[in-house]
């Protein structure tokens, strides 16, 4: 088993040898293309990001900056959106789902390191999947670490750090981040906090 195939199983690889430094290297080249884009070439955006994610929906976007290790290794549903300075680690696998929305500068880690001191100077490291569920809301400087699943319909807060999976239809922030509440069909009329809608379309998605 050379250490892409190790990469890719979730054990210990070492990240210069076998090609992988090469493919992150390919996969730089792509970013400096996106992230020097003219601003009168956006429209050129969804091309780019569909180049190099494994699978997308077709309406997707990230604002410029943005980061990654392959690219390859990354998949995004239907109506994804991005704010300015996001970075995925995508050692191991990572899903997105549908009508994903995520606010600036959050980080989507799988990759980590040994704990012990002699084990992390080897340089072995390790990727475990992050799957985002459909309809998930990311606040902003949200870090979400290795192994953690996010159900559909969740909200994480901004400043949170997810170290443990979030269930479906839960508001859920902190450092580490933990679940506050449920999702309840009354939270539909409210905007923000205890502010309601003025207006009567907002409940029929784009």
């Known amino acids: 088993m050379n250490q892409k195939e190790r990469m ?9 040898l076998d090609g992988l430094e090469e493919e992150r290297i390919e996969c730089r080249k792509k970013l400096y293309e996106f992230n020097m884009l003219p601003p009168n070439e956006r429209h050129k955006i969804p091309t780019l990001l569909k180049a190099m994610f494994s699978k997308t929906g077709d309406n997707i976007f990230i604002e410029a900056p943005f980061h990654c290790d392959y690219g390859w290794n990354i998949e995004v549903g239907e109506n994804f ?4 300075n996001l970075t995925i680690l995508d050692v191991g696998k990572v899903t997105i789902g549908k009508n994903v929305f995520i606010a600036p500068n959050v980080s989507i880690y799988t990759a980590g390191h040994p704990i012990h001191p002699d084990s992390r100077n080897s340089y072995y490291e390790y990727g475990l999947p992050i799957t985002i569920g459909d309809n ?5 400087n ?7 699943t996010i159900g559909d319909n969740a909200v994480i807060g901004a400043g949170s750090v997810v170290t443990k999976d979030v269930p ?14 449920k999702i309840t069909e009354e939270d539909k009329k409210y905007y923000f906090k205890n502010r309601i809608f003025d207006v009567d379309d907002y409940t029929n998605p784009v």
């Open 136 to 140: 998930v809301w990311l606040g902003g």
């Open 8 to 16: 890719l199983k979730g054990l210990p690889y070492k990240a210069d």
């Open 81 to 84: 959106y991005a704010n300015f």
């Open 142 to 148: 949200t870090v979400i670490l290795p192994n953690v």
């Open 168 to 181: 479906a239809w839960s508001i859920a922030a902190g450092n580490p981040c933990k679940v506050i509440r």
